[in-house]
């Protein structure tokens, strides 16, 4: 049976400091709480994900666990559910008018002369995030645009690997770094900026570096900057959306359930914090074998974006190497000629 309302307030109030795991947000604001029941000691919380077969949902029900058994309930106990897409639509609707869950006042780096700072982003690693901005990087300058590429992987950084640049990054006459130069793509990374093998940077020293070589990197005139986030919900991609100019994001994915999963999250996550999600790149989508077209992996039909996917992209081995000789595919170049106008637009 439910619990009385005097009892469900205490109990939400209680869980009002418990928060997604991914999204970072409370879930009684996100309206995750469903029912709660009370049957002798035993309080049942009835739970409602945002995606079904949410990988981090051990976590949230221990999460709630504790927090009531630590104000007295001695049985605790959290079934789940998923979230339909209507309801999914209502949570953004509201996180888009709650201004309680807008994150406090951090001043902001300004662009200078940089037209559009996009973030590239995937809540999950492993998806080919890296590839798919030295890809949009390439095919935006091949276009006749001004473009840059700051690396926020602090502790993997991979895109002065994938352009096979060396050596280190300059320091010019006005004190900022000059950055190292591929083609006609402006790149700075922290590995281009210490000759250590091993970066171990962590917490307030990471968001510290990222700004660092945003704001003391001598960009020029940019018509786009990629900032190439580190993957997952740690503070890194948080520091860049509130403290870089941040214009808009793109998320990268691949068939793959959790990662689908994931991404879907990630748009969650930006209408909190209120930055547009222009599209959805999924890589590694199919690969082509005689003229046809095979898909990698079955798709999770319960979980749908409502961001519009952008570009498929197909899986390939010597997708490297094309990269540095400026020869990608026609069908690879076709999709992301679509995401640099959908940029632009």
């Not at 609707?93 to 309680?100: A, H, P, S």
């Not at 026609?330 to 992301?336: A, P, Q, T, V, W």
């Given at each position: 049976?439910?619990?009385?309302?005097?009892?469900?307030?205490?109990?939400?109030?209680?869980?009002?400091?418990?928060?997604?795991?991914?999204?970072?947000l409370?879930?009684?604001?996100?309206?995750?709480?469903?029912?709660?029941?009370?049957?002798?000691?035993r309080?049942?919380?009835n739970?409602?994900?945002?995606?079904?077969?949410?990988?981090?949902?051990?976590?949230?029900?221990?999460?709630?666990?504790?927090?009531?058994?630590?104000?007295?309930?001695?049985?605790?106990?959290?079934?789940?559910?998923?979230?339909?897409?209507?309801?999914?639509?209502?949570?953004?609707?509201?996180?888009?008018?709650?201004?309680?869950?807008?994150?406090?006042?951090?001043?902001?780096?300004?662009?200078?002369?940089?037209?559009?700072?996009?973030?590239?982003?995937?809540?999950?690693?492993?998806?080919?995030?890296?590839?798919?901005?030295?890809?949009?990087?390439?095919?935006?300058?091949?276009?006749?645009?001004?473009?840059?590429?700051?690396?926020?992987?602090?502790?993997?950084?991979?895109?002065?690997?994938?352009?096979?640049?060396?050596?280190?990054?300059?320091?010019?006459?006005?004190?900022?770094?000059?950055?190292?130069?591929?083609?006609?793509?402006?790149?700075?990374?922290a590995d281009?900026?210490?000759?250590?093998?091993?970066?171990?940077?962590?917490?307030?020293?990471?968001?510290?570096?990222?700004?660092?070589?945003?704001?003391?990197?001598?960009?020029?005139?940019?018509?786009?900057?990629?900032?190439?986030?580190p993957?997952?919900?740690?503070?890194?991609?948080?520091?860049?959306?509130?403290?870089?100019?941040?214009?808009k994001?793109?998320?990268?994915?691949?068939?793959?359930?959790?990662?689908?999963?994931?991404?879907?999250?990630?748009?969650?996550?930006?209408?909190?914090?209120?930055?547009?999600?222009?599209?959805?790149?999924?890589?590694?989508?199919?690969?082509?074998?005689?003229?046809?077209?095979?898909?990698?992996?079955?798709?999770?039909k319960?979980?749908?974006?409502?961001?519009?996917?952008?570009?498929?992209?197909?899986?390939?081995?010597?997708?490297?190497?094309?990269?540095?000789?400026?020869?990608?595919?026609?069908?690879?170049l076709?999709?992301?000629?679509?995401?640099?106008?959908?940029?632009?637009?």
């Amino acid at each position: 049976m439910n619990v009385s309302e005097e009892e469900n307030r205490k109990i939400l109030s209680l869980l009002e400091s418990v928060n997604d795991p991914e999204i970072g947000l409370s879930i009684v604001k996100l309206r995750m709480v469903k029912s709660i029941e009370k049957e002798g000691d035993r309080i049942t919380v009835n739970l409602k994900l945002t995606v079904p077969g949410c990988p981090l949902s051990g976590t949230l029900e221990k999460d709630i666990e504790s927090k009531l058994e630590s104000a007295g309930y001695k049985e605790v106990e959290v079934k789940f559910s998923y979230m339909t897409k209507e309801e999914l639509e209502e949570v953004k609707q509201q996180l888009k008018k709650e201004k309680k869950i807008t994150p406090p006042p951090i001043e902001k780096y300004e662009k200078r002369g940089i037209k559009s700072v996009v973030a590239v982003y995937s809540a999950k690693g492993g998806v080919g995030k890296s590839t798919v901005v030295s890809m949009l990087a390439l095919t935006a300058k091949n276009k006749g645009y001004k473009v840059g590429i700051l690396d926020c992987d602090i502790s993997g950084p991979s895109i002065r690997s994938i352009f096979r640049l060396n050596g280190l990054a300059e320091v010019g006459e006005n004190k900022k770094f000059i950055p190292m130069d591929s083609g006609g793509i402006k790149i700075i990374g922290a590995d281009m900026l210490t000759d250590a093998q091993v970066l171990i940077w962590r917490g307030p020293l990471v968001s510290s570096a990222i700004k660092q070589m945003y704001s003391d990197t001598d960009w020029g005139e940019l018509d786009i900057l990629f900032l190439d986030l580190p993957p997952g919900t740690s503070d890194a991609p948080l520091t860049v959306f509130q403290s870089l100019p941040v214009d808009k994001i793109i998320i990268v994915t691949t068939p793959n359930s959790l990662a689908q999963i994931t991404s879907r999250k990630t748009e969650l996550m930006a209408d909190a914090l209120k930055v547009p999600v222009i599209g959805i790149i999924e890589n590694m989508d199919y690969i082509e074998h005689g003229g046809e077209r095979i898909s990698l992996e079955k798709r999770n039909k319960n979980v749908s974006f409502s961001s519009e996917v952008l570009s498929k992209l197909p899986y390939n081995l010597d997708i490297e190497d094309k990269i540095v000789e400026n020869k990608l595919d026609e069908n690879i170049l076709k999709g992301l000629e679509r995401v640099i106008d959908a940029i632009l637009r």
